[in-house]
């Protein structure tokens, strides 16, 4: 898809099927799903951005799934991202991806991550090609965050705490493991204060796009 007279700050296209494949194939254009968790949403993104510049690819209900690429891209170079060890907390990288993604999307509403999206998610970590990091106390998982590997980026989608700071944890504790198999960049997606504080930048599209061009990094290591 050439993204170069897409918008900005909107959805870039909406519909198609949402697999691992089709979404694998989107991180590497630069495209992140943002799907309506209900038919209300669906007919609100349709009331709001029909007639656009977005152009419809396809599906029953073209509305019920947008394509993003915000332009500047929020990014966080791994070296800014450092684990800073807790009394009674511990990391590990991989170990519990369905748990995960489970605690991100509860009690979020509206439900973006739907059953379709966290599907094609379990199946990209099946691939190698999903990673998460986790925090623990005990046996207690009580923060995560989870992200897409292409090229030297890992394309963030959520994260979640139960103990506060535990989310920030398991993020650093992903850029320190990417790091060091030779990844450069966190993709934060959204922009806001949150991820300006933990050291984002802003990459224009262009840029951010040739990254993503660049050769695979291996999977993070536990």
Excluded at 174 to 180: H, I, M, V, Y
Aim: glycine share 12%; aromatic share 8%.
């Amino acid at each position: 898809m050439d993204l170069s007279e897409a918008p900005a700050d909107g959805p870039v296209a909406f519909g198609g099927v949402l697999d691992a494949a089709t979404l694998l194939g989107a991180c590497r254009a630069g495209l992140f799903p943002f799907p309506a968790a209900d038919p209300v949403l669906a007919a609100f993104n349709e009331a709001r951005w029909a007639g656009g510049p977005a152009p419809l690819v396809g599906g029953a209900d073209p509305y019920a799934l947008a394509w993003w690429s915000p332009d500047p891209r929020p990014v966080l170079p791994v070296a800014r991202l450092r684990a800073r060890r807790r009394t009674g907390l511990h990391c590990t990288v991989g170990r519990a991806f369905g748990r995960v993604l489970e605690e991100c999307r509860t009690e979020r509403e509206p439900r973006w991550m739907t059953d379709e999206l966290l599907a094609a998610l379990e199946q990209l970590h099946r691939d190698g090609r999903a990673v998460s990091g986790e925090v623990w106390a005990g046996e207690q998982l009580v923060g995560g965050a989870y992200g897409i590997r292409v090229g030297p980026v890992l394309s963030l989608d959520s994260m979640f705490h139960r103990r506060p700071g535990a989310g920030s944890l398991a993020l650093a504790e992903l850029a320190t493991r990417f790091g060091a198999v030779g990844g450069r960049l966190l993709d934060a997606q959204w922009d806001s204060p949150h991820v300006r504080s933990l050291g984002a930048e802003l990459l224009p599209r262009e840029r951010y796009l040739a990254v993503l061009r660049e050769p695979d990094t291996p999977p993070p290591g536990d």
